[in-house]
């Protein structure tokens, strides 16, 4: 657990055994993405998060993921009402690609830049629900380049996906990365020898934040 000045400290409760988690990662900068998708599956395993109640879906970049998030978690919304825990297949709700990773947690690489598409191989985790999302976690890495681009899609980004967890009322994390280099994004990823998976981060606050909603439901 990453102890220091910084960090989330701990959570009193990690039983996560009864939650629905959906994840929602962009494809851009593949090779930081990966290690962020695989800190977070790592902590949501590691807190009882069944492998078949995480739900993973990709889209290009970081812009797509309000959208996407919003969409996700309508649809759990509506199998929940719909299917009475049958478990119907969520790929119904949305049409986004979904992707399955390796048991592990990792996926396969596919370069540093651009959408790349993620290596989708069975594993487990299935797209599967039988009730909406307990708690969604949006993973996107954005790095400045020589225009405004970056700033913009931050920003708007940002504000979208702070709108569905306040629309839907459903913890959304934060799992954007805005850095100015790809070495600092490195680092957050956990790829250097001083750095620290945020990853794990996301994937512990997914747990305690999904808890803390099932009590104030
Ligand atoms: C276009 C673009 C650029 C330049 N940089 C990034 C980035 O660093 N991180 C990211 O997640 N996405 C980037 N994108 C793609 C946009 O988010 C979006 O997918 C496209 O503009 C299509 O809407």
């Known amino acids: 657990m990453f102890e220091g000045l910084k960090g989330p400290g701990e959570a009193q409760s990690k039983d996560g055994s009864s939650l629905r988690i959906g994840i929602v990662h962009a494809r851009w900068n593949t090779t930081l993405i990966e290690p962020l998708l695989a800190g977070v599956i790592s902590r949501l395993k590691a807190s009882g998060v069944s492998p078949s109640n995480i739900i993973i879906q990709s889209v290009p970049g970081s812009w797509e993921l309000p959208i996407a998030v919003q ?9 929940a009402s719909t299917s ?9 709700a949305t049409d986004l690609p979904s992707l399955v990773v390796q048991g592990s947690g990792s996926a396969a ?11 989708a191989s069975n594993t487990g985790i299935q797209a599967k629900i039988d009730g909406p999302f307990d708690a969604i976690v949006a993973i996107g890495v954005l790095i400045k380049g ?16 702070m709108r569905v967890q306040l629309d839907f009322g459903v913890p959304l994390i934060f799992g954007l990365l805005t850095v100015l280099t790809e070495e600092q994004g490195r680092k957050r990823a956990g790829l250097t020898e001083d750095g620290h998976n945020h990853g794990e981060d996301w994937g512990d606050a997914a747990v305690e934040m999904a808890l803390k909603r099932k009590q104030w439901n």
């Open 71 to 79: 969409r996700l978690y309508a649809g759990s919304q509506i199998q």
């Open 146 to 161: 020589e225009t405004v681009h970056f700033e913009h899609i931050a920003e708007v980004t940002s504000r979208g996906l």
């Open 84 to 92: 009475s825990g049958s478990g119907d297949l969520l790929g119904s």
């Open 109 to 119: 690489e596919t370069g540093s830049k651009g959408d790349g598409s993620l290596k």
